[in-house]
C-alpha cells in the first residue's frame, strides 16, 4: 500500500442503556502522495474525491511526528557503525 496510509480517530461514545462510556474508533484510508507521515504521528486529513474502493481521504499535512523510537533500527545503525570503525 504504497502512499496510503491507515488513519485512526478514536472517541468515547456513552452506552445507551448502561451509560458507560466505550472506546470506539474510526478508520479513514488516506492518500498521502510524496510519503511525508510515518507510524505515529499526528495528521491532518480532509475528505477527497474516491481513489479506489477504500481511500477517501487526503493527507494534508503532518501536525506533529512521532517521538517513539524504533529499536531495531537503532541497533542495527549502531552495529553498521561498529564494523565500519573496525574495518
Known amino acids: ?3 496510503t ?3 485512526e ?3 468515547l461514545v456513552k452506552h445507551p442503556v448502561y451509560g458507560k462510556y466505550v472506546r470506539k474508533k474510526t478508520i479513514c484510508y488516506t492518500h498521502d502522495e510524496n510519503n ?3 507510524e505515529g504521528d499526528t495528521v491532518e486529513i480532509i ?3 474516491p481513489r479506489s474502493k477504500t481511500k477517501r481521504w487526503a493527507l494534508v499535512r503532518v501536525v506533529e511526528k512521532s517521538r517513539s523510537v524504533d529499536v531495531a533500527a537503532l541497533r542495527a545503525a549502531r ?3 561498529a564494523t565500519s570503525e573496525e574495518e
Open 9 to 11: 480517530i478514536a472517541r
Open 47 to 49: 475528505e477527497a474525491a
Open 36 to 38: 511525508e507521515s510515518a
Open 1 to 3: 500500500m504504497d502512499k
Open 5 to 7: 496510509r491507515r488513519v
Open 79 to 81: 552495529k553498521s557503525e
